[in-house]
């Protein structure tokens, strides 16, 4: 018997440079001084939110869905990572709950955006926006050129 509800827990990263732009939990971020250098849209929060619903029932992670060597995953939208594995997710009769988001960037601040990552995160999963937790950290100087995002997820059996 599977259990009723299970954690997932994901991480990515990436470093930043000047003249790209930076996106996170699907939202572009405005004035961002350097943006992420990526393959794919380079959106870390995504990618540890698609990371966290994988790992939470031992799906592997998403190199093995969407390789960034792969042609096709240039500038690739991360929604889509998001989207397939919430579809696997679904395919194994689990739902999410609720998901926590770190996100640890030295600038821009981004309490400004915290109510519109949310919206969309939870748009992203079906969820209401109050299921969707963001917080945000600076690296306090130590990593001014990257951005690191950390999410965990509860699922839950869909037939309980
Ligand atoms: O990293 P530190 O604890 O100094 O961050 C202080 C606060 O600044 C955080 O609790 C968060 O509210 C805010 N912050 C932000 N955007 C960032 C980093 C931190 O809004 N990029
Ligand atoms: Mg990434």
């Known amino acids: 018997m599977s259990a009723p509800y299970r954690i997932g827990y994901g991480e990515d990263a990436h470093r930043l440079e000047a003249g790209r732009p930076l996106v996170l939990g699907g939202v572009p971020v405005p004035h961002a001084p350097l943006g992420a250098v990526a393959h794919s849209d380079g959106d870390a929060a995504l990618h540890a939110l698609a990371d966290a619903l994988l790992s939470g029932l031992a799906l592997g992670d998403i190199g093995q869905y969407f390789p960034d060597t792969a042609a096709e995953c240039k500038d690739l939208d991360s929604a889509v990572i998001v989207a397939r594995a919430l579809e696997l ?5 689990y739902r999410p709950v609720n998901v926590a988001l770190v996100v640890t960037l030295d600038r821009p601040k981004l309490g400004p ?47 309980p």
């Open 89 to 93: 997710v679904r395919g194994r009769g």
């Open 113 to 159: 955006l915290r109510a519109a990552i949310a919206r969309r995160m939870a748009e992203l999963l079906s969820l209401p926006e109050t299921e969707v937790g963001v917080s945000f950290k600076t690296s306090e100087g130590l990593a001014p050129a990257h951005v690191q995002a950390r999410a965990t997820v509860l699922l839950a059996r869909l037939d």
